[in-house]
Nanobody
């Protein structure tokens, strides 16, 4: 069993920055890729970023490429999402998730088997 707990969300003005953290329980964290997704009201959950088990491979959605950075610290069982140059359209609940695999594959919800409870990010214009 894996438990994921996100933190770091909040209210920020457009152009600002936030760093999300996701703390994972369990010894299997280091063996699996991790991802961040987001869901805005009335919309489907969408892929944001993913990182391989070693941290050597990262993938990003086109909408956040160049602004967001995913990283992980396997010694702390934690994955991060640094979000810069935030836009109002980034407003959503952000979820971290554990992949079924060591390397990110298809950026889809079905690739992930454990999810956190989510943290709200609101960007004001």
């Amino acid at each position: 069993q894996v438990q994921l707990v996100e933190s770091g969300g909040g209210l920020v003005q457009a152009g600002g920055s936030l760093r999300l953290s996701c703390a994972a329980s369990g010894r299997t964290f280091v063996s699996y890729a991790m991802g961040w997704f987001r869901q805005a009201p009335g919309k489907e959950r969408e892929f944001v970023a993913a990182i391989s088990s070693s941290g050597g491979t990262t993938n990003y959605a086109d909408s956040v490429k160049g602004r967001f950075t995913i990283s992980r610290d396997n010694a702390l069982n934690t994955v991060y999402l640094q979000m810069n140059a935030l836009k109002p359209e980034d407003t959503a609940v952000y979820y971290c998730a554990k992949s079924r695999y060591a390397v990110p594959g298809v950026p889809a919800v079905r690739e992930y088997d454990y999810w956190g409870q989510g943290t709200q990010v609101t960007v004001s214009s």
